[in-house]
């Protein structure tokens, strides 16, 4: 625990003036941003007795290390910053709102040449039109079935839409009228795009046009007594106010608004957030928060109006959104989203009317949500805190690992093998911390060894990061674990090897969906975990042990977790521990050491699945993807190609005279691929009949590589 005073700027220091300022851990890590009118007056804040501060944000100065500030022209700018700065840190300290989901949207794909109406979550795309979110896949898919009577919109995949082109026969959509079948002809693109344009804005709430036009044609029909069409055209305008009835009116003058409702107690708070367009309900989410700061009522609208807008643009900001609270000094918002928008934006609270009512409602629905996660909750923290306890007592340790690391080894009959780490803290899973590693230091099976090669490069790199920044120092010019000779023996590690890229384009021991490796972001292995869970038993766990003990680290408990037995096994040990089955200390251990079982086998899934798909043109330098399938597809087959002159290769488009060159002699030197043999009548095929040369064909036909492991192959 730090002292504030250690690192508090001296007087004069800070400026007078708007900024975003950064606290940072000792590990250099930020931990809290926050923007300021006045960064002088804030800071001095947070520098107070201790005994004046909110316990949260004790808790964070005591935690913090350093800060750090940016001075920037406008609040606006703070503004901008802050939001970029969370986003890009994701520090433990601030406000961050969390959901158990990823909204579904309904998307149209005006980007496409033949727009698609389709269910979309996750990150917008350019160029698609978006309405929603909704609560439930199901009712987007509800409202679409109704409306594809009177917009008979594409709704299909692509692969969907390339057959039917192929075979020139539609999907049943097709045959029932709820589709206008572009696949194959029967609507030209610019009257499918112009169907496409109706379809969004009747969803953007311009539904009485459609209604009166469609009305005008019903009748039309029946003076002309074509009373089938009249009937046809009855049914579409029952079809659409059907769909309207499922959402009802509540504000009047089609107003496009979203409203915010805070409900908040001493620990957490919950949001709920209505979409309103056309005077409609269009869609409703919410999120739950930790106070993690001390923060009020105002500043978790302002947070939530970030989260919210921070990536949008355009009319997906609401001419107005409605808050219980406005952010201090709400100018800067205000401005802040009017720049969004491209428009006036009105940020203001209801005071009465309808719209005051409607947010007593969104209220209402916060309070519920609040009270539905807190009894949630209470269950999932009591089980992960008991979980915990028990595996410091059963393991006698000074107190409950919350970082627990878990590493397995993976290995087809010893080929592409492979090891992961995975990491839970507090009980959760934190996936942006999952690492895989190549095994490099040997070939061959031999678990143990891999295991000491993993846990030894982990925890180097480790090192390496506390030495870069001077937390390991070096005393009387005593090698630290990282420049010292390593032991001599079989699992010796050699000397660390520069990252080879992985299978997946991922360099190996880097991280999975983590950020670069800069001054204050999640570096590759920079922190150290109370626990390390092997996947195995006693052997496993001394080799992990030696591994700590060779690299000078002794403050890092481990154990393993022996599969046939579900036994405990601690590296000093004769006998395991033997934890309760009915234990949550044992569940937990349990659901860690699957977890890392899951990733490795994934991983060395890949491995294999690329090595079986590698060919001769894949050793080409400089040869990438698109133009090894543009060889492919003007050749025909690698048989051909090879034996093609450097004037032939020449004509595939992207293909210059030494680029062939070096294709000629790469498959010259390559040794001939083995011929392709169907195993049920045993008959060896020509190449220039097969997808994949170097493959063989299964009883079904189906090819695969040759050499490959039959269903009775082992993987581990």
């Known amino acids: 625990m730090a002292d504030p005073s250690s690192y508090r700027p001296k007087p004069g220091q800070i400026p007078d003036s708007p900024g975003v300022y950064r606290f940072r851990d000792e590990h250099r890590r930020v931990i809290y941003v926050g923007k300021a009118k006045s960064l002088r007056q804030r800071l001095a804040n947070y520098f107070q007795d201790l005994a004046g501060l909110h316990p949260r ?45 990823s909204y579904p949207y309904l998307a149209v794909t005006m980007n496409e040449e033949f727009p698609r109406v389709q269910v979309m979550r996750g990150h917008k795309k350019k160029g698609v039109r978006y309405f929603g979110p909704y609560g439930h896949a199901w009712a987007i898919r509800d409202t679409v079935d109704l409306l594809l009577r009177v917009f008979p919109v594409r709704t299909c995949s692509a ?90 009116v509540v504000l009047a003058d089609a107003t496009d608004a979203d409203l915010i409702a805070v409900a908040e107690d001493e620990l957490e708070a919950a949001l709920q957030i209505f979409h309103v367009r056309g005077g409609r309900v269009r869609g409703q989410r919410g999120w739950v928060t930790d106070k993690v700061e001390d923060v009020t009522t105002a500043a978790l609208v302002e947070h939530a109006l970030q989260q919210l807008y921070g990536e949008e643009s355009g009319d997906a900001v609401p001419k107005e959104v409605l808050v219980p609270a406005l952010p201090e000094p709400v100018e800067p918002v205000q401005e802040w989203l009017t720049g969004r928008r491209g428009s006036n934006v009105s940020l203001r609270i209801p005071q009465r009317g309808d719209k005051k009512a409607l947010m007593e409602t ?109 937390e390991w120092p070096e005393e009387d010019g005593t090698a630290s674990p990282l420049t010292a000779p390593a032991t001599a023996g079989p699992a010796t590690m050699p000397a660390a090897a520069p990252p080879v890229a992985a299978p997946d384009g991922d360099a190996d021991d880097g991280q999975v969906n983590g950020f670069k490796d800069d001054d204050g972001r999640p570096r590759k292995f920079a922190y150290p975990p109370q626990l390390v869970v092997v996947d195995g038993g006693r052997p496993q766990v001394a080799a992990a042990k030696r591994a700590l003990d060779e690299l000078g680290i002794d403050d890092i408990a481990v154990c393993g977790l022996a599969k046939r037995l579900e036994e405990v096994w601690l590296p000093e040990d004769d006998d395991p521990v033997v934890l309760p089955r009915s234990s949550e200390g044992l569940y937990l251990l349990q659901r860690v050491r699957d977890e890392a079982h899951r990733f490795a086998i994934s991983y060395q899934r890949t491995k294999r699945a690329k090595r079986f798909r590698s060919g001769p043109l894949d050793d080409v330098p400089g040869l990438g993807e698109t133009r090894k399938q543009a060889l492919i597809k003007h050749f025909g087959s690698v048989k051909k190609l090879r034996s093609a002159t450097i004037e ?58 040759a050499g490959a492991p039959d269903d009775r192959g082992q993987e581990r």
């Open 57 to 101: 944000t004790r808790t964070m100065v005591t935690t913090a290390a350093s800060v750090e500030w940016t001075v920037v022209s406008t609040e606006v700018e703070a503004l901008q910053l802050e939001y970029s700065w969370i986003k890009e840190y994701d520090p433990r300290f601030n406000v961050k709102y969390r959901d158990d989901k």
């Open 159 to 248: 692969g969907v839409f390339k057959n039917a082109t192929r075979t020139g026969r539609p999907c049943l959509l097709g045959y029932i009228g709820k589709c206008s079948a572009p696949c194959v002809g029967r609507i030209s693109p610019e009257d499918h795009r112009d169907l496409a344009e109706d379809f969004c804005d009747f969803m953007a709430g311009r539904t009485g046009t459609y209604l009166r036009r469609l009305e005008k044609q019903m009748t039309e029909a029946a003076e002309e007594m074509e009373y089938e069409r009249a009937a046809r055209l009855r049914d579409d305008i029952e079809a659409l106010k059907k769909a309207m009835e499922k959402n009802a």
């Open 648 to 705: 032939q290769i020449q004509e595939v488009p992207g293909i210059g005279r030494k680029t062939a060159e070096t294709i000629a002699v790469a498959l010259a030197q390559a040794a001939p691929a083995a011929p392709a043999v169907n195993t049920a009548t045993g008959e060896i095929m020509d190449d220039s009949e097969d997808e994949a040369p170097g493959t063989t064909a299964d009883a079904s036909g189906e090819p695969v590589a």
């Open 362 to 470: 969104v209220q209402r629905n916060a309070q519920q949500a609040l009270a539905l996660h807190k009894t949630k909750r209470a269950s999932d923290l009591t089980t992960r805190s008991r979980a915990l306890e028990e595996i410091a007592d059963a393991l006698d340790l000074d107190s409950a690992p919350l970082r627990i690391e878990c590493y397995d080894i993976s290995h087809l009959q010893g080929d592409d093998v492979v090891a992961s780490m995975v990491v839970f803290e507090d009980g959760l899973v934190r996936k942006s911390e999952y690492r895989r590693f190549q095994i490099k230091g040997f070939a061959g099976q031999d678990d143990v060894r891999s295991m000491h090669e993993v846990i030894t490069r982990r925890f180097r790199r480790y090192l390496a990061e506390k030495e870069r920044t001077g």
